[in-house]
T-cell receptor, first 114, second 113 residues
Framework: KAGVTQTPRYLIKTRGQQVTLSCSPI?????VSWYQQTPGQGLQFLFE???????NKGNFPGRFSGRQFSNSRSEMNVSTLELGDSALYLC?????????????FGPGTRLLVL | GQQLNQSPQSMFIQEGEDVSMNCTSS?????WLWYKQDPGEGPVLLIA?????ELTSNGRLTAQFGITRKDSFLNISASIPSDVGIYFC?????????????FGKGTLLTVNP
């Protein structure tokens, strides 16, 4: 079974631009969560989607948004990029909301904002 | 919000040695999780702990859920070079839309062959 895939793997943007990252969960998984990983703050939860609905949200500004499609694929968008948005963005999928602790992470998208 | 203190931040050990790392919190958790992250990859779940006092093993790895529900430790016995990576603890609280997973900052493990 293929794992969680994330595209692109690497991205360079400049301040003020916007970016869209994509995540394809493991086949059959319906819950997708997004995390931001930085050396200073570690892994921080962004949001979680299930059945095309946002079910949970972390403490990030409204510039960070996401959505989930009917095939469970998810995208996250960051508008008006800031230097501090440089990070590894990880997506994780799980079967459903009841088994979140057995979520599987993708390899991440490394975003550099210049 | 909850804060997780994970220690040590880094360890440099010889192959064959045992390793111990731990996480403490000012708040209680319902579940403790331990992950390992290799370079260029996402974290992989190693052990999940669901009950205070629970001691669980996965091969050479052993983890315990502290009695107070505010701490957990992970031991690795007889380390090998492929144990190199960053180990994260995570505490979980709440369910449904209140589900919250808080991660420690990680322990970087280096194993010298």
């Amino acid at each position: 079974k293929a794992g969680v895939t994330q595209t692109p793997r690497y991205l360079i943007k400049t301040r003020g631009q916007q970016v869209t990252l994509s995540c394809s969960p493991i086949s059959g998984h319906r819950s997708v969560s997004w995390y931001q990983q930085t050396p200073g703050q570690g892994l921080q939860f962004l949001f979680e989607y299930f059945s095309e609905t946002q079910r949970n949200k972390g403490n990030f500004p409204g510039r960070f948004s996401g959505r989930q499609f009917s095939n469970s694929r998810s995208e996250m968008n960051v508008s008006t990029l800031e230097l501090g948005d440089s990070a590894l963005y990880l997506c994780a999928s799980s079967l459903d909301l009841e088994r979140r602790e057995t979520q599987y992470f993708g390899p991440g998208t490394r975003l550099l904002v210049l | 919000g909850q804060q997780l203190n994970q220690s040590p931040q880094s360890m440099f050990i010889q192959e064959g040695e045992d390793v111990s790392m731990n996480c403490t919190s000012s708040s209680i958790f319902n579940t403790w999780l331990w992950y390992k992250q290799d370079p260029g990859e996402g974290p992989v779940l190693l052990i999940a702990l669901y009950k205070a006092g629970e001691l669980t093993s996965n091969g050479r790895l052993t983890a315990q859920f502290g009695i107070t529900r505010k701490d957990s430790f992970l031991n690795i016995s007889a380390s090998i070079p492929s144990d190199v990576g960053i180990y994260f603890c995570a505490g979980q609280l709440g369910g449904g839309s209140n589900y919250k997973l808080t991660f420690g900052k990680g322990t970087l493990l280096t194993v010298n062959p």
